[in-house]
């Protein structure tokens, strides 16, 4: 009877380790995919837009209340701290927002560039400046929530005439210039991935005393990172794509006075194809079964930043 009873008692332990293990992969599995979703488009409901730089600041709040919920770069925790898709996306979507309110800061906020800069918005953007890798004193969430509250203020002063928002063709161009040079930078990432490709063309060098030189950028890229660069793009197509619908509603008078809303909302669909899930991110040579998403990622990235050219071309010239 007790080497029955030891029998059992082994054999009901066994069980238990098994079932616990079971469960503990099945919340793993659970709490990895409800932090590795995307998020939704942003609906920014009804906006009065008869005062300008409502949708841009709107916008730019949602962005960041949407990452202040679940921040995730800074994360050390298991078994969050093993996803690296997400925080490389929010990294993109923060890239684009610091750009956003540094413009907003220096010259949306302005009349001229001699005048005294918006102390929202330049707390705001200093909050966004903080690092985001940092999980205390102070938190990257800390700051997140500092520039949606000042943000919020702005929006505010913006409403009752205290703050303001100057919707001029100079502007939309010193924003769309620094959309085009951060567009550059991840598109670079995206080319440098093909593994049959040793160096790229720096897509950022500019000639230099009449002369066309030409900067080679050292390619090195593990096979770990390749989705991480894809994601950081698709980070900043997101974020873009969100903040050129902003544009389309603030800046309409001066998009239709250059004939360039529909440049405009050919940008903006650009930008949204730029939206897809693969299930897994694959590198594949030219010749393989197996697509290469960076290079399509960068097909499509590629195409609106050179349209994102041209509407800067058509606002200087038209």
């Keep these: 009877m007790k080497k029955i009873t030891k029998g059992n008692t082994t054999k009901k332990r066994k069980v238990s380790i098994l079932l616990f293990v079971l469960a503990l992969a099945f919340f793993v599995v659970i709490v990895m995919a409800i932090n590795s979703t995307k998020p939704e488009r942003i609906d920014l409901g009804k906006l009065d837009t008869d005062v300008k730089g409502c949708a841009f600041i709107r916008t730019n709040q949602i962005l960041i209340e949407n990452m202040h919920e679940n921040w995730m770069p800074n994360d050390y925790f298991w078994p969050t701290v093993l996803l690296d898709n997400m925080p490389n996306f929010q990294i993109g979507e923060l890239e684009v927002i610091r750009y956003n309110v540094r413009v907003l800061r220096d010259n949306l906020s302005r009349m001229r560039t001699t005048d005294n800069l918006s102390p929202t918005a330049e707390t705001a953007f200093t909050s966004l400046s903080n690092d985001p890798y940092k999980w205390w004193f102070p938190s990257a969430e800390g700051k997140l929530n500092q520039a949606h509250k000042n943000l919020g203020i702005f929006y505010q002063d913006l409403m009752t005439g205290k703050s303001h928002f100057y919707p001029r063709a100079d502007n ?14 991840a598109n670079t990432r995206l080319i440098n991935a093909p593994r049959d490709i040793n160096r790229v063309l720096d897509l950022e060098e500019k000639q230099i005393e009449g002369n066309q030189t030409v900067k080679m950028v050292d390619t090195h890229i593990p ?22 619908k ?18 405009t909302d050919k940008i903006i669909e650009t930008l949204g194809r ?6 897994v991110v694959f590198n594949g040579a030219p010749g393989s079964i197996f697509a290469n998403h960076s290079l399509n990622l960068s097909g499509v990235f590629n195409d609106a930043r050179q349209k ?11």
Excluded: H
């Design 308 to 318: 994102t050219n041209s509407l800067v071309i058509a606002l200087t010239q038209g």
């Design 172 to 185: 939309l161009i010193e924003l769309l210039n620094q959309y085009v040079s951060l567009m550059g930078g």
């Design 246 to 263: 902003a544009i389309r509603i603030d800046f309409i008078d001066v998009l239709k006075d250059k004939n360039s809303l529909k440049l």
């Design 223 to 244: 096979w770990y990172k390749i989705d991480n660069n894809f994601y950081y793009a698709q980070g900043v197509a997101y974020a873009l794509y969100e903040s050129f």
């Design 274 to 279: 730029c939206y897809f899930e693969p299930l």
